[in-house]
């Protein structure tokens, strides 16, 4: 029977969603590294290990400390790494493309999660372990250096300290039980999803983006990567060359 469009109230017109909403709604591409809650073996069981949010939560989720660890020590190497893309779950460890060309600049961007690009070229990587589950904060606890390269594979310390390889590091002295955070623009320079901080800290920046929209003035008070140091280099060199 078709009814009378006449006779049906009005709606009420619908507010457009909001930037947090669009992003709700976006389809997350599944990342390599997705343990399993119900039946959860932690990547680095003596140093740190998830503390898994409400179910069906999205991004609920953290990264908390087995033990205490001292300012300025090694947590673990970061290694075993997977080629990445941008994502909301990637690192990048080098510069754009569009961006100086230094020695450590990258050929072509990976497309997947999967793809195999040497090593030395992976503009963004997949954590790969628990290490994904490290949340921002404008006032972080570690550090995620990831200058030189990778740690090998091969290192059997947990915390091998040797310079030029990729690790976490603490940037504070932690206690057992506290969660882990890390300043995301520290090794991203235009995120992919960017969010409304929660940190709650008295040097909360807001929305964070990636280092992109933050004034250098600002950067100098944190740990930043070298790539982010030469994208905001050459930041600086087109804004004034806009300017004369
Ligand atoms: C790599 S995940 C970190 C783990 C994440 N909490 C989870 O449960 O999967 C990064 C995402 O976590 C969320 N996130 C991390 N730190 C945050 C913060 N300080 N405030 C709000 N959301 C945050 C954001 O949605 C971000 O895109």
Known sequence: MAVAVASLPTPAPT????KQ????KRKQPQPP???NRHDYHPTHPSLFRIEFGPEGEEFGSC???????AKGEILCPIRSTLPGTKAYSSVQVLPDPALPSSSRAATSRPTSFTTAAPASTRRHIELNSDLLYVNHSCDPNV???VNGREAEPSEQDERATSDGRWRVRAEKDIAKGEILTFAYFSTEWDMDQPFHCLCGTKRCLGTIQGARHIEQGVLDGYFVNDHILAMKALQREEQEQQHQ
Do not use: G, H
Request: proline share 19%; net charge neutral.
């Open 15 to 18: 507010p457009p969603p909001t």
């Open 21 to 24: 909403q669009e992003l709700k």
């Open 33 to 35: 590294y997705l343990p």
């Open 63 to 69: 990264l908390r400390a087995e033990r205490a660890f």
């Open 143 to 145: 550090v995620f250096d």
